[in-house]
């Protein structure tokens, strides 16, 4: 994609990110901003569930480019992250050879670790996407994969290329746009930090995650989102084995919108409290009186008619 296809400003980020009805703060802009133009990956951290994956889902929507994810894990290699060989084919290549009667080894082995037997994984093929419009690679939830990983990282990060033995160096020749993600559930080097703009996504305030509730899910009644949105507020300020993110809040008011609900009730929130919290420790502990006492707070709150 030409980069005067990219946004010019702040402010245009910040209208991208609302066209696909992503609510960021101005901070947050920047640091996408700044990531576009000067062609430096994006390290986004924060608890999961707040929006990290999907500031890079609404990038590749909001500039027409491909979304190659690279979900991360423990034990993930190279050979799922970048690349590996297609063994089954240069096989299948060596015994036609073979039966062929001629088989010239050197030229044999030139050929069959050449383009046409590489498979190319994320990595690679975020690397080598078409020119003109530089992919958006998601490298998402880099804490969960080990630390030999991240530190194969590094070059691609610092030059945006990779070294395959048998071919060399290959080097992208328009830099895709990188967005890491990290729940953080280990800390990443300083040498990976160091090669990325950084910006930390934090549970919202009560206005952004209204916002961000009818922003989703428009089709919600207006006193349901509030309560739903004042609900998840109070919940997050009790002892919880795991924290509700706002992906939690946007299931749930879509689960009760299809359920027909115009609002809360001790019944329904006892009924769908499992939308929310996610662990059977956090649902023993919530369910019942301490979820009737955060719901008539939030109620006590509600302003909308």
């Excluded at 609404?58 to 491909?66: I, P």
């Excluded at 044999?108 to 690679?137: E, H, N, S």
């Excluded at 160091?194 to 009560?206: A, G, K, S």
Aim: glycine share 4%; proline share 5%; charged share 25%.
């Amino acid at each position: 994609m030409p980069n005067a296809t990219l946004p010019t400003s702040i402010d245009d980020v910040q209208a991208l990110l609302a066209r696909e009805h992503y609510v960021a703060e101005r901070g947050l802009a920047t640091s996408v901003y700044l990531a576009l133009t000067l062609r430096r990956p994006l390290l986004l951290e924060g608890e999961a569930g707040v929006g990290k994956t999907e500031i890079a889902k609404v990038l590749a929507t909001g500039l027409d480019s491909e979304l190659i994810r690279l979900q991360c894990y423990e034990g993930l290699d190279v050979t799922h992250a970048v690349y590996e060989w297609n063994y089954a084919r240069q096989l299948l290549e060596i015994r036609m050879r073979e039966a062929g009667g001629a088989v010239d080894r050197e030229n044999l082995a030139a050929d069959l670790f050449g383009p046409d037997f590489l498979i190319k994984r994320p990595l690679l093929r975020a690397l080598q996407a078409p020119t003109d419009q530089p992919p958006v690679l998601l490298i998402d939830e880099l804490d969960r994969a080990d630390e030999e990983f991240e530190g194969y990282l590094l070059e691609m990060l610092s030059d945006y290329q990779v070294t395959i033995p048998e071919l060399g160096t290959i080097r992208a020749t328009n830099a895709p746009i990188v967005v890491i993600t990290s729940n953080r559930t280990r800390e990443l080097h300083d040498a990976l930090k160091r090669r990325c703009l950084y910006w930390w996504i934090d549970y919202p305030d009560f206005e952004k995650e209204y916002r961000i509730v009818t922003e989703k899910v428009p089709e919600a009644p207006a006193r349901l989102a509030e309560q739903v949105t004042r609900f998840i507020q109070q919940l997050r300020s009790t002892e919880l084995y795991k924290v509700s993110g706002v992906s939690e809040t946007l299931d749930w008011i879509t689960a009760l919108v299809a359920l027909n609900h115009e609002e809360l009730t001790r019944e329904i929130v006892d009924e769908t409290l499992g939308l929310v919290l996610k662990t059977q420790e956090d649902l023993q502990a919530i369910r019942g009186g301490q979820a009737h006492a955060l719901l008539e707070r939030s109620l006590l709150q509600t302003e909308t008619p």
